[in-house]
């Protein structure tokens, strides 16, 4: 499983290329992409197409290579395969069959965005990646994002940064976050600023819309993250409602009674619940409208997650 640039060619490791020139045939995401990158490193290789529309096929035919003897490299078009990005089938389908399954680490716009991010009160990290595209599953991890106190790092694709803007403005205003455009490519941009700043900052030039996104969200600090601990007065409150009445209904009535922040009890609620589903909308006061457009499988926008 082999890393790949997320946009500077000269972040490939030279054990990524010594991988690749040994392989008898590699298997990757886009065979046009792929073939580029052989190119530029003057290799001419069998290239095998296994994306998230063919992975179980694809990945029968890989295991015949390796039972044949065959060395096969898997990569994807930007960073880490089976994150943000096809590759996990693959791997579990070998490692099932008795091959070993090896990785070939690389650059991850994960690892670089945290690494400019100054994130100090972070002790750890929560990779997001994409947020489901539709209204009411879209709702809900926005609100599991405004609530939790740990740093979370998110992709997002250009058509739809504007929104993931907007909607964390809205949710999380007065968080930190880090947002990372272009990594190591020409026009990299890092920007460091509330979360209710980002759509002002988008909107001052055209150009800031543009481009792969990596955003990180900052941890809160301590005495932040204490003040949105639920009381266990506005726990009990919400059990009982949850009880007699739809989850919406019962979010906006536990806030209301006990002053509690109202993306924190709704997160708590979908916990309650235990299936996460919901069918009663998002813990504002209207549901959301479904998005018509690509979700987290954007293959023109995937970043690495490793």
């Not at 900052?201 to 792969?212: K, P, Q, T």
């Amino acid at each position: 499983m082999v890393a790949t640039p997320i946009g500077n060619l000269a972040d490939l490791t030279l054990r990524a290329v010594q991988v690749l020139a040994l392989a008898d045939a590699v298997a990757c995401e886009d065979t046009r992409v792929s073939g580029e990158l052989l190119r530029h490193l003057g290799l001419d290789k069998p290239l095998l197409a296994l994306h998230r529309h063919n992975e179980a096929g694809a990945a029968a035919r890989v295991l015949q290579r390796l039972a044949a003897g065959q060395r096969v490299a898997y990569v994807s078009d930007a960073g880490t395969p089976a994150l943000s990005d096809p590759g996990a089938v693959l791997a579990a389908a070998a490692a099932a069959a008795g091959h070993r399954v090896l990785p070939v680490p690389g650059a991850s716009s994960v690892a670089a965005a945290l690494s400019v991010a100054g994130d100090a009160a972070g002790a750890g990290h929560r990779f997001v990646g994409f947020l489901p595209a539709r209204g009411g599953e879209r709702e809900a991890a926005l609100a599991a994002l405004a609530a939790a106190a740990e740093t979370q790092v998110l992709f997002e694709a250009p058509h739809r940064i504007e929104r993931l803007a907007a909607e964390l403005a809205q949710a999380a205003p007065q968080r930190t976050a880090t947002l990372c455009r272009e990594l190591t490519k020409q026009f990299e941009t890092v920007v460091t600023l509330p979360a209710a700043a980002l759509p002002d900052w988008l909107a001052a030039d055209a150009n800031r819309r543009r481009g792969e996104f990596v955003l990180v969200l900052h941890a809160l600090a301590p005495a932040a993250a204490d003040a949105a601990a639920l009381p266990e007065a506005a726990l009990r409150t919400l059990d009982r409602l949850l009880a007699e009445l739809p989850l919406k209904q019962a979010v906006r009535l536990a806030a209301a009674i006990s002053g509690a922040p109202r993306n924190a009890l709704y997160e708590q609620a979908l916990r309650h619940r235990g299936d996460g589903d919901d069918d009663d909308g998002s813990p504002g006061d209207s549901d959301s409208d479904s998005d018509s457009g690509s979700g987290a499988d954007d293959s023109a926008c995937r970043r690495d997650g490793g």
